[in-house]
C-alpha cells in the first residue's frame, strides 16, 4: 500500500515559480516510478513528468519540457516537481502518482495523491 500526499501548491505570476512535493509513505516507493499529472476544470488529466526509481531516467511531457524538472528522494520517500517560466495556462491541479500499470505517460496508476491547486495569473 502506498499512500501520496502532495503539496507546494499555491498562487503565482507568470514566469515565476513553486515546487512541489509528494510524500510517499509505504515500501513500494523507492522501487516504483512515479509521475506527476495535471488536471484543469473540463479536461483530461495530462501527463507532466515521469521518474523511475532509481532517478536515472526522467520523462517531461511536451507542455513542460524546458521549464520543469521532476527528481526524488528516496531517503526522504519524497518527489518533487519544480515548475519555472509558469504560464497561465499551466493553472490546473497537479497530482503525483505511483506504480504505472502500463506506459509512464498513460494516467493508470495504482495510487493517486488527492492533488494541489496550482494557479497562474498573468
Known amino acids: 500500500q502506498v499512500q501520496l500526499v502532495e503539496s507546494g501548491g499555491g498562487s503565482v505570476q507568470a ?9 510517499a509513505s509505504g515500501r513500494a516507493f523507492i522501487t ?6 495535471r488536471q484543469a476544470p473540463g479536461k483530461e488529466r495530462e501527463f507532466v513528468a515521469a521518474i523511475r526509481w532509481s532517478g536515472a531516467n526522467k520523462y517531461i511531457g511536451d507542455s513542460a519540457e ?3 524538472t521532476i527528481f526524488r528522494e528516496n531517503a526522504k520517500n519524497t518527489l518533487y516537481l519544480q515548475m519555472n517560466s509558469l504560464k497561465p495556462e499551466d493553472t490546473a ?6 506504480v504505472p500499470r502500463s506506459d509512464y505517460k498513460s494516467p493508470v496508476y495504482d495510487y493517486w495523491g ?3 491547486q496550482v494557479t497562474v495569473s498573468s
Do not use: D, V
Request: net charge positive; with cysteine; glycine share 18%.
Open 66 to 68: 524546458g521549464r520543469f
Open 15 to 23: 514566469g515565476g515559480s513553486l515546487r512541489l512535493s509528494c510524500a
Open 93 to 98: 491541479a497537479y497530482y503525483c502518482a505511483a
Open 114 to 116: 488527492q492533488g494541489t
Open 32 to 37: 516504483t516510478t512515479m509521475g506527476w499529472f
